[in-house]
């Protein structure tokens, strides 16, 4: 091997040792900080919403926006029900943060997660229907409900969730002038995902377009 190439060898390897180390170090923060009494249930790139979301509003994007798909945390341990759980499982996973822009607890708070601004690492799976095609994680805001666990996957999912997801999705879908369109994970992928009849909670069309 050539003294550049072993220069570009060890190079990337620099690189990759570093981005691991990273990672790492990351998922060692998040882990950390849940094990403190006092920041127990602190998420990780989150902040608080009233649940209600009847003094906030849904800041759009710069970033084009065409799509909205919920998800479920398929898990129902109580202690779970936080964005920053989701963010250390997706740590875990190689992601470089938690994959939701949204997270809904159980007693309908509402959790900031991913910024806004970002694409989310949600939903890779593309389909066609009805001739338009959906999916992908370009173009899309992600919102996930913490239920949905066991196998097979029960709807455990509250009134309190159905209310501040419908909420959240009439800000969405007010800010792009009701151009876009809602879907479950299940529409693109073999996933039972949201587990709940989100279509129904939702009043959507075939197409996805919000009733509410």
Known sequence: MTNEKQSLQNNNNAVTGSAIKKRNHKVQLVTEAMARPENKKVPVNSVPIDKTLANVGFQKPKRKVTQCFIHCSADSNPKNDDVSVMA?????????????????????????????????????????????????????????????????????????????????????????????????????????????????????????????
């Open 88 to 212: 250390r499982w997706h740590l875990q996973r190689g992601f470089t943060e938690v994959g939701y822009h949204y997270f809904i607890k159980k007693d309908g708070t509402l959790q900031e997660g991913r910024n806004i601004e970002e694409t989310p690492a949600a939903q890779n799976e593309f389909k066609t229907i009805n001739g338009i095609k959906i999916g992908g994680n370009t173009n899309t805001i992600a919102i996930c409900l913490h239920g949905g666990g066991g196998n097979p996957p029960i709807n455990d999912f509250t009134q309190e969730q159905y209310k501040t997801l419908k909420n959240l999705c009439k800000s969405i879908n007010e800010a792009y002038n009701s151009k876009i369109t809602f879907h479950g994970h299940c529409e693109v992928s073999s996933k039972a995902c949201p587990v709940f009849d989100y279509k129904t909670v939702l009043k959507l069309d075939k197409n996805g377009k919000l009733g509410i």
